[in-house]
């Protein structure tokens, strides 16, 4: 028979990005909403409790796994980002975080749905104490993240549409562990602290 073909790890996953504009991504969190309404309608049938959580997500500590520009760039102004986010990269290298802000804030106005943009903002900000803003920038690169590896806001609000205080029945309980992990993380931005990597907790999580 035929050879069998090597798993390609993550490179698979890097030919299905999905960006903030990909119609998928609505029609995805539609879904899994009804998935999980499902579940829970069943659970609800045969009198089970159930326990409902918000998972936690690592935004300090865990860059975006992939990112994308806006397909509608055209290639002088790519061309013209790329050299405004390599700028403050190298600023940001130099820790002349202002300096790197500067650029990144150009670079935005050309482009701002890159994740990697976001998350060096992010970085930056965080090296100025500048916490709500850190905060911020590091949630919006999580979401413009295009390997959607982890939840997102739409995945959040559908389970909590899903089971929480509108959602009738009163056998559901939802925690919310990103409010639980933010409270026990340093300035209140959950890292390596509990998060081993994007998802998975430490044992300090656990």
């Not at 798993?7 to 995805?28: C, K, T, V, Y």
């Not at 659970?43 to 992939?66: H, M, R, T, Y």
């Not at 056998?171 to 998975?200: C, M, Q, T, W």
Request: aromatic share 8%.
């Amino acid at each position: 028979g035929s050879a069998r073909k090597p798993w390609r790890g993550l490179e698979l996953f890097m030919e299905h990005q999905i960006s903030n504009s990909d119609p998928s991504l609505a029609f995805s969190a539609a879904t899994f909403r009804q998935n999980y309404s499902l579940m829970l309608e069943m659970a609800d049938s045969c009198g089970a409790k159930v326990i409902a959580c918000q998972p936690p997500a690592n935004l300090k500590d865990f860059p975006p796994f992939a990112s994308q520009n806006s397909p509608n760039l055209a290639d002088s102004a790519l061309s013209r980002w790329k050299e405004l986010l390599n700028h403050g990269i190298l600023a940001q290298t130099q820790k002349d975080f202002a300096a790197a802000l500067a650029s990144f804030a150009e670079a935005k106005k050309i482009d701002a749905s890159s994740a990697e943009l976001n998350f060096r903002k992010g970085m930056c900000h965080l090296a100025r104490n500048e916490l709500p803003e850190a905060a911020q920038k590091f949630e919006q690169a999580r979401e413009s993240d295009t390997l959607r590896f982890r939840p997102i806001n739409a995945i959040h609000d559908a389970i909590s549409g899903a089971c929480g205080p509108a959602a009738t029945g009163s056998n559901k309980l939802l925690l919310d562990f990103r409010k639980v992990f933010a409270e026990n993380s340093p300035h209140h931005i959950p890292g390596h602290e509990l998060l081993y990597d994007h998802v998975h907790l430490t044992e300090e999580g656990h």
